[in-house]
């Protein structure tokens, strides 16, 4: 009995901080409806995007796109909200010590996100659309793009990056729970940065200064990891065992 009313408290509070959350994403996305063509008219008139014309091919094109930049308006300004929450929710399973440490990766992980999205939209981007535009000319194709396939094209570049960008937490939250050690890292070193430049070469123009300028930034995101999770494992060793009274 008293487990199943446990049960039930842990459901109630679960419900009631996906309630917040969803709360919070219906007002940030009536948010990013008021905002919307200020973002697209910003991005529009980015060296990249001005000359470029932004076609449309049927009548809900426009509209798909609004409500597209709206809900990643809302997704992007939920997502501090939807962590807190997940950490306050498993707040009571940890010690006081961990609980102050999982805390920081909140904010930390919505900057490094915003940091991703910023390096990808206003250096690889703006590199990858005039290595296509420089093709398409070279074999005399008369350009017309639509609004759609440009934002696709945009997030397909951005995204990934953004998500590349929490390597150094995810990494660093993994030696916490000892799944990763620095030497198991160093071990893996070279496979690592074999599967960096992969990822590189798949999401930047197929030449070899694309190719680096996406691959070294993510190099130097997996050793800054390597030397967070070594800082962090070295702490964790240096530090006295509690002795018991």
Not at 22 to 34: E, N, S
Not at 55 to 71: E, M, P, Q
Not at 222 to 242: C, G, K, M, T, W
Request: aromatic share 14%; charged share 15%; glycine share 6%.
């Amino acid at each position: 009995m008293e487990n199943n009313e446990e049960l039930i408290r842990h459901l109630t509070e679960l419900r009631r901080r996906i309630i917040i959350v969803i709360c919070c994403f219906a007002v940030t996305l009536g948010g990013g409806l008021y905002v919307s063509p200020q973002i697209l008219l910003y991005i529009k008139a980015q060296p990249a995007a001005v000359p470029i014309a932004w076609n449309v091919f049927s009548f809900t094109d426009g509209l798909f796109i609004y409500l597209r930049c709206a809900f990643i308006f809302a997704v992007l300004f939920t997502l501090p909200v939807l962590l807190f929450h997940t950490w306050a929710f498993i707040r009571p399973g940890l010690t006081e010590r961990e609980a102050k440490g999982t805390l920081a990766y909140v904010p930390v992980s919505f900057l490094l996100f915003l940091s991703g999205i910023s390096f990808s939209y206003f250096l690889i981007f703006p590199m990858m659309l005039r290595f296509m535009m420089r093709m398409n000319q070279s074999i005399g194709a008369i350009e017309t793009y639509g609004i759609d396939r440009y934002f696709a094209f945009l997030f397909n570049v951005v995204f990934p990056l953004g998500i590349a960008f929490e390597m150094p937490l995810i990494i660093l939250f993994l030696t916490r729970l000892g799944l990763l050690t620095p030497s198991r890292l160093r071990s893996t070193r070279k496979y690592a940065y074999v599967g960096l430049a992969i990822v590189g070469s798949c999401i930047s123009p197929p030449d070899f200064v694309s190719h680096l300028s996406v691959t070294i930034p993510l190099i130097l995101l997996f050793e800054l990891s390597v030397l967070i999770s070594v800082r962090y494992y070295n702490r964790r060793i240096a530090a006295p065992l509690p002795t018991g009274g």
